[in-house]
Nanobody, 120 residues
Framework: QVQLVESGGGLVQAGGSLRLSCAASGSIFSINAMGWYRQAPGKQRELVATITSGGSTNYADSVKGRFTISRDNAVNTVYLQMNSLKPEDTAVYYC??????????????WGQGTQVTVSS
């Protein structure tokens, strides 16, 4: 009953910016931590950034100073503002959330992913 839907991916030149959004919907009671992960072809999925319900953030070293994660708890949405993009940022970006449903069932959910391609 819970869905995460990412949007905002696309093609951008190096040095450009993109803003990703991930909206959670369904029978949600609350959402604890939310985060962004990415996976490039032939590589393992890696953490990009996380944010707790209280607003504490964590970033991969490779994106510190360039990416900013934020969330709007009123609409169960997490964002990833990506600036100064580099070709090595090219990957499918996935949204993740730990969700407590109205039934009080708890679970970790993933979005379908959105492609980010940074050209040279």
């Amino acid at each position: 009953q819970v869905q995460l839907v990412e949007s905002g991916g696309g093609l951008v030149q190096a040095g450009g910016s993109l803003r990703l959004s991930c909206a959670a919907s369904g029978s949600i009671f609350s959402i604890n931590a939310m985060g962004w992960y990415r996976q490039a072809p032939g590589k393992q999925r890696e953490l990009v950034a996380t944010i707790t319900s209280g607003g504490s953030t964590n970033y991969a070293d490779s994106v510190k100073g360039r990416f900013t994660i934020s969330r709007d708890n009123a609409v169960n949405t997490v964002y990833l503002q990506m600036n100064s993009l580099k070709p090595e940022d090219t990957a499918v970006y996935y949204c993740n959330a730990f969700v407590v449903a109205v039934t009080r069932t708890r679970g970790d959910y993933w979005g379908q992913g959105t492609q980010v391609t940074v050209s040279s």
